[in-house]
């Protein structure tokens, strides 16, 4: 399953299944005119039923409020009683995720196939 949320020249969410895993690829920047589109993809990838939820952010320009989107999205996965995790080699990405205090510990891996991996462990 492949689901285009948005496309446009700003921002783009897609969703996809890998396994039992709902993998969400943004692209572009993600900001307080991505929320609605950011939203709409969790509730895309939680209707397929997965057991965890990947955020690929690789390709993504994470604004201040794109971390606090990440944070909503780990906290709304957490509730559901799934597994959160977010994708991205950026070493400035990864110091922003883990410096704040916005939301629960984000797991964050450079691939969504060392993800896939990881979070299956349990």
């Known amino acids: 399953m492949l689901t285009t949320i948005a496309t446009g020249t700003d921002f783009e969410a897609l969703v996809r299944m890998r396994g039992d895993a ?6 572009g920047t993600m900001e307080r005119n991505s929320l ?5 993809a969790l509730d895309v990838a939680l ?19 794109g971390v606090g989107l990440l944070a909503l999205l780990a906290r709304r996965v957490a509730r559901e009683g799934l597994r ?6 950026s070493r400035e990405q990864v110091g922003r995720l883990r410096d704040t205090r916005v939301g629960p ?7 969504v ?10």
């Open 105 to 111: 510990p984000m797991e964050i891996y450079p691939t």
């Open 84 to 89: 959160f995790a977010v994708v991205t080699d």
């Open 47 to 65: 209707l397929a039923g997965p057991r965890r939820v990947i955020a690929d952010v690789s390709e993504v320009t994470l604004t201040e409020t």
């Open 113 to 122: 196939s060392i993800a896939l991996g990881a979070i299956g462990t349990w």
């Open 36 to 40: 609605g589109r950011t939203v709409r």
């Open 22 to 27: 709902a993998v969400l690829t943004f692209t």
